[in-house]
């Protein structure tokens, strides 16, 4: 299958994403960026929201049940505003509704600033993605892409993405996870009938390539301001990063956190216009807190951890509100009143969050990771845009450096900005640098202790710097094409000879604003370098179906394509997750027994993962057989996708090759499906 073949399936994708998302904030009047920005992240939320609803209202969760309950939702939007627009007041709008200002550099900057933006980190990013997964139809060979892949599948199967459910697959352990990100891409499965491999690789593209970028821009409009260069320079450095959207889809592969993590510039840039610190502000609190309300059940259910990611990176914005109104109280601008207030409110949440900080967090017995570095490097990394010990991104850690000294120039005002940034720096030079112990794991126990989910949090409060950054040379290197380009001959015979030879040149008077639109492009062409490069070589190797492959290697792969003809719809294969063999479920639509490696198993279950190969002397598993329709096995050797003991130890004498009565249905290498013939 070639990339072309999955347009149709890329623009299905671009429906499920963005169009509910579009039509309830059209409905709300929300328009422009404000409007595309939030599409995602609302649509992840009636995604999610309708999957957990859909079982009591006895509904299935299928695509046209989705676009119906948006219909709904949308058309009771649309009646809100227009009762609220009969009243003298109204309900006010989002900062940054109307049309960018064209009085600085034209009209035609201001129209497209957004669109091309967005377009270069996409092209970018898409690339990369496109590169590094080699073919649509391959998939990660780690650990972790054995749930995530049966979980899209077994959704679209069951027609039920509840993430009250979910849990690891089977009735047995039918408990909470959040499914946001499998309820979107199960959806899109069902949409177009596209294999799981497939629609996952769409999927995390459209995550990355478009849903990233334009959250990343609708956060600099509220951190930076809603200014032509500040939201170009948003989307081209979006692309920039070696640590989101690429690591987590290399490591892991940690998809749920990947997409929580692509919804939080939005969540973010939202609390900040709800607590009033938007350089634009909003015409009341009523819209970004109805907004944040919307988008906030998506990324949530999609991963909780990014709300915890939330609180700590909104801890300084409202401490920063708080200063504010001292400060305005000082100047009598503002009442005593106001300043307890916000005391009051500041100190409730502080103690919220910290309290979510500590509830919101696996056992120590799941977060085993541990520092690898020493302070001093893992500081480095934090400014080069490098975390685990990439290439230092040079255009990012330049831009990070002149961002650094923007704020500390205007410090009054982007305090708060800065400290953002190292709520992120901190977490990661923690968890990254400092011993094990108790302090490291009360700061980063929520993210498992791990490096790879804290490092891919930094592009997120590192982006509003380097946009600083970018802005203040952007606009340095504009003074000094207008000024060259005033220049007499005479007046120029002094300069160094290159700008010199700019200002014998009769610019035109379009030269300033075309000098931005090509530095921008320039810098984020350079950006691309090194970094980038490394991790879309990771990408490949991690998505590269090859003999030795950890998860799936090229025979067993052959040994699955040939499944759907030997082995009934309605049976049941045993398999071992930790050698590949449950991805039967994802690739080849076969019940798995074990669909996860995890999970709680029923007692006629675990007696075949623990002894099916013992079908020819052992009653019992007969009888377990013929209940479960579980005559049929795949044999992947014993080679397991991590270093650890096999607790699925029903199958080692077939891999040994002493188990009797066993008949090969098909081969590859070796590779084998296999049906007990002990039990007919």
Request: proline share 6%; hydrophobic share 55%.
């Amino acid at each position: 299958m070639t990339w072309w073949q999955t347009v149709p399936t890329f623009a299905s994708a671009v429906l499920i994403y963005f169009l509910p998302g579009l039509a309830i904030l059209a409905a709300a009047g929300v328009r422009r960026l404000n409007l595309v920005a939030l599409a995602a992240p609302v649509s992840a939320s009636v995604a999610a929201c309708a999957a957990v609803v859909a079982p009591y209202l006895h509904l299935p969760y299928v695509p046209g049940v989705y676009f119906a309950i948006s219909a709904i939702l949308a058309a009771g939007t649309f009646t809100a505003r227009w009762w609220f627009t009969r009243k003298a007041t109204g309900a006010g709008q989002l900062a940054n509704n109307g049309r960018l200002n064209p009085n600085d550099l034209g009209r035609w900057t201001a129209i497209l600033a957004v669109p091309l933006g967005v377009a270069f980190a996409a092209l970018m990013i898409g690339r990369r993605f496109v590169t590094g997964f080699g073919s649509p139809e391959h998939f990660s060979q780690t650990f972790d892409n054995v749930y995530h892949l049966n979980a899209v599948h077994h959704i679209a199967e069951t027609q039920n993405g509840s993430s009250m459910t979910l849990g690891n697959l089977t009735d047995a352990s039918s408990y909470f996870y959040p499914a946001g990100m499998h309820d979107l891409m199960a959806l899109l499965q069902m949409l177009t009938g596209s294999s799981v491999p497939v629609v996952v690789n769409v999927g995390t593209i459209v995550i990355g390539a478009l849903v990233w970028p334009l959250g990343c821009m609708f956060l600099v409009s509220r951190l930076v301001g809603y200014r032509a260069v500040a939201l170009m320079a948003a989307g081209v450095l979006a692309a920039g990063f070696s640590a989101f959207p690429y690591l987590l889809v290399g490591f892991g592969v940690l998809y749920p956190n990947n997409a929580a993590i692509a919804l939080l510039p939005v969540l973010l840039g939202l609390a900040v216009e709800m607590l009033g610190m938007s350089r634009s502000p909003a015409s009341s609190f009523l819209p970004p807190a109805l907004a944040f309300c919307a988008a906030l059940p998506g990324m949530v259910l999609t991963h909780p951890s990014a709300l915890v990611a939330l609180l700590g990176f909104v801890s300084p914005v409202i401490l920063g509100r708080l200063v504010r109104e001292y400060l305005k109280w000082r100047a009598s601008e503002s009442t005593k009143r106001a300043v307890v207030t916000w005391a009051i409110a500041s100190v409730a949440y502080l103690a919220a969050a910290a309290t979510a900080w500590m509830v919101l967090r696996p056992g120590l017995g799941a977060a085993p990771w541990t520092p690898f570095q020493s302070n001093a490097r893992a500081i480095g990394e934090i400014l080069g845009s490098a975390p685990m010990g990439t290439t230092t991104a040079w255009v990012m850690a330049i831009l990070t450096v002149i961002g650094l000294y923007v704020t500390a120039r205007t410090l009054r005002r982007t305090w708060w900005i800065l400290g953002m940034f190292l709520v992120g720096a901190l977490l990661y030079m923690v968890v990254s640098s400092w011993p094990p112990g108790t302090f490291r794991t009360l700061l980063t126990g929520v993210w498992y202790n791990d490096s790879f989910r804290l490092a891919a949090l930094l592009p997120l409060v590192t982006l509003p710097v380097a946009v600083f950054g970018a802005e203040w040379l952007m606009w340095r290197l504009r003074a000094l094409v207008e000024y060259l380009s005033t220049l007499k001959p005479e007046q120029a015979a002094g300069l160094p000879a290159p700008l010199a030879a700019i200002a014998k040149v009769r610019l035109p008077a379009a030269t300033s604003v075309v000098s931005v639109w090509v530095i921008l492009g320039l810098m984020g062409v350079a950006a691309q370098g090194g970094t980038l490069a490394q991790v879309q070589d990771r990408l490949h190797s991690v998505f590269s179906v090859t003999p030795t492959s950890d998860l799936v290697n090229d025979d067993e792969l052959k040994v699955l394509k040939e499944v759907d003809a030997k082995v009934p719809a309605d049976a049941v294969v045993v398999a071992n997750p930790l050698v590949g063999g449950s991805m039967v479920y994802a690739l080849a639509n076969r019940r798995a027994l074990a669909p996860h490696i995890f999970g709680e198993r029923t007692p006629t279950e675990q007696l075949l993962l623990d002894h099916w190969d013992e079908a020819a002397y052992n009653k019992d598993v007969c009888t377990a057989i013929r209940k479960l329709n579980a005559y049929w096995a795949l044999d992947f050797g014993t080679k397991t996708v991590i270093p650890t003991e096999d607790p699925f130890p029903g199958l080692a004498d077939l891999s040994a090759g002493t188990a009797p009565k066993i008949e090969v249905l098909a081969s590859s290498g070796d590779a084998r499906l296999v049906r007990t013939t002990a039990c007919d």
